[in-house]
């Protein structure tokens, strides 16, 4: 729903333009006892004091600005996922880059500048701080152009999510714990599938009985799409999972991709779509000439990324199309196998022909491990990533000349220079998917290999340089082992985040920074950096300006936060020099017996008692001289 909009004339050489200014207003606030899946009510976060938050609609022609109240105890942040946010970086709403955070009773103007990206299709807008999206802050944000590329009589959005009973900060004390080295992830406790319209959502199932609190929107079974036989229908798919991937069909109907991730696509016929957190999909679906049946729509859990599965976890989750209330639904049940979707094999309906060849290469290979505090953490490059004290985007428009050395934002910041050609090649020595995404850009998906390390060309095919129109996107899965090739053109000035988006492993430092061209964004952003940037940083305690640490030095970055580390293998010093210790005490000990037994000498209990004394006390010396042994209280 707009809120309010007013007009502003946009006058061009060749014919008027209308350009609009859509403004929300969002109070961001808890909910208490949401119960979605029926099965446990809970706080969440929501807007204005409902939940879910409304859907965002918005037309090309118009700009967006998101007014954004904290009615929360802790900072909050939104991020546009998918927005370019060209030279503003600091309107891209993530915590530790581009801005400090909102704090507590304060606010903040997202201005989305949708009528001059040339962006369009299918979005979402979520929280980029503290996994607060997994709490439930997060909406679809759908740009219409004013012509469509592929003609339809109605369109509907599919909502697909995880979700947990617990709240994120409790069960990030369960993940990140002595008592999960392994890393097992938070096993979410349901699935959503929810449906919106026009800027709404569709409501319950005549006849069902939801939550109270959420009684206003179907979900799940109690929620359906109504077809009309004869019309075509595009259905506009979002997962906004924190974690799982999920698998999308519907009975008794034919599939064609149309978009992926705000690129519209060549029709591409499916039976079966693999999404992960954070992609999206649009699809044509025709309906049927018949009203004999309903027929049931599919959204399963990618049960292979779980660490195991509980017998209580309804992971196949199920909805409705409805063509007469009261028929039986058809539902043909399970499918024998599930594939994921080839992205590489879609084709961008806009030609972009492959950027020239890259000047720049930056391979990132990432891992999990257990660290040196017990704890388990991702790896990129052998480092864990930690947010700065400044956010990077700050620092960049604040450190002057020195904003193009890398080291001024800590060690897991990469530089880019303006224009150039970039190619991201992020390695998965994982067992499992992760999806990644840059804020920022929509990247050409060049290149990509089943097994990484391997010199096999079938499985690791060489880069083929001159393709005519590879598929661009904004989220991509890597699957255990693989590896994806990722073009881009350093065209937008600011800093950008890469991170996985599972929300855990995003936790757990599986991310990096791009400083693209700092220069150029230090000239683009003189008189365009709101003020309650850095006043907010002040007002949470943090600095805004200078390097990572907050200085204005590109070395000194003392009271950066760091680590942990992997633990180091092999012997360390200590161990070497209590292992030399005890074999000394092993060697006298023997010595001794040989020595006796040479002078034909025999040895009396009582000197046998008072040796062995002489020997523990010796040891007891060294193992406290080597913290092995603790002194007794």
């Known amino acids: 729903m707009r809120c309010h909009q007013y007009l502003l004339p946009l006058v061009l050489a060749a014919s008027p333009v209308i350009a609009g200014v859509q403004e929300q207003w969002w109070n961001i606030t808890y909910v208490q006892n949401a119960n979605p899946d029926g099965l446990y009510p809970r706080r969440v976060i929501g807007v204005n004091g409902t939940w879910p938050p409304p859907p965002l609609d918005v037309d090309t022609t118009d700009s967006l600005v998101l007014h954004v109240s904290n009615g929360l105890d802790v900072p909050t942040s939104i991020h546009h996922h998918g927005m370019f946010f060209n030279s503003t970086s600091w309107m891209d709403g993530a915590v530790g880059v581009g801005q400090c955070g909102i704090p507590p009773g304060e606010s903040f103007d997202y201005v989305v500048p949708i009528d001059t990206s040339g962006q369009r299709g299918t979005f979402w807008a979520h929280s980029h701080a503290a996994g607060q999206y997994v709490d439930g802050l997060r909406t679809p944000l759908l740009l219409n152009p004013t012509n469509e590329t592929y003609t339809y009589d109605e369109e509907f959005t599919i909502l697909i999510s995880d979700w947990y009973h617990q709240e994120h900060t409790v069960l990030m004390k369960q993940f990140v714990n002595i008592a999960n080295p392994g890393g097992a ?275 690791n095919p060489p880069l083929i340089e001159g393709q005519a129109n590879p598929m661009r996107r904004d989220t991509v899965t890597i699957p255990g082992g693989g590896s994806v090739t990722l073009r881009i053109v350093a065209d937008n000035p600011g800093v950008w985040f890469l991170h996985c988006h599972v929300e855990w492993h995003l936790e757990v430092g599986l991310a990096i920074t791009f400083i693209e061209a700092p220069i150029e964004a230090q000239q683009r952003s003189v008189g365009q950096v709101p003020a309650s940037l850095a006043q907010q940083c002040a007002a949470l305690g943090l600095p805004s300006s200078g390097n990572a640490a907050g200085f204005a030095s590109t070395t000194d970055l003392d009271g950066l936060p760091l680590g942990p580390y992997q633990q180091e293998l092999g012997w360390l010093t200590k161990g070497i020099l209590a292992m030399f210790g005890c074999v000394l005490t092993a060697v006298v000990g023997m010595l001794t017996v040989m020595w006796y037994s040479l002078m034909g000498g025999a040895i009396s209990e009582e000197e046998m008692e008072a040796e062995a004394r002489i020997r523990i006390e010796e040891k007891e010396k060294k193992g406290k001289l080597f913290g092995l042994i603790k002194k007794k209280a």
């Open 185 to 459: 992830e938070p096993i979410p406790d349901s699935g959503l599938v929810y449906f919106a319209q026009n800027g709404a959502y569709l409501p319950p199932i005549a006849g069902t009985n939801p939550s109270p609190v959420t009684a206003a929107v179907g979900f799940n079974e109690n929620a359906t799409l109504p077809f009309v036989p004869g019309k075509t229908y595009r259905l506009r798919l979002i997962n906004m999972s924190g974690f799982v991937g999920f698998y999308f069909w519907i009975d008794g109907h034919s599939m064609s991709i149309i978009e992926a991730d705000g690129v519209d696509t060549q029709q591409y016929p499916t039976d079966l779509i693999s999404i992960s957190a954070a992609q999206r999909y649009s699809i044509l679906v025709t309906a049927r000439n018949d009203t004999s049946a309903n027929w049931a729509i599919h959204v399963n859990m990618d049960t292979t990324m779980l660490d195991h599965l509980p017998d209580n976890l309804q992971y196949n989750i199920s909805s409705s199309i409805t063509y007469a209330s009261g028929n039986s639904i058809t539902d043909s049940g399970f499918i024998d196998d599930y594939e994921m979707t080839n992205d590489t094999a879609l084709v961008p309906v806009d030609v972009i022909p492959q950027y020239e060849p890259s000047s720049q290469t930056i391979d990132l290979e990432f891992e999990f491990d257990t660290m040196n505090d017990g704890t388990n953490h991702a790896l990129i490059n052998g480092i864990t990533y930690n947010y700065p004290l400044v956010p990077a985007v700050l620092s960049a428009l604040t450190l002057g000349p020195n904003a193009t050395v890398a080291e001024a934002y800590g060690p897991t910041s990469f530089v880019l220079n303006h224009l150039d050609v970039i190619d991201i090649v992020i390695k998965n020595s994982d067992t499992g998917k992760h999806p990644f995404h840059l804020h920022g850009h929509s990247y050409q998906i060049v290149g990509r290999a089943e097994q990484y390390n391997t010199t096999d060309p079938t499985l």
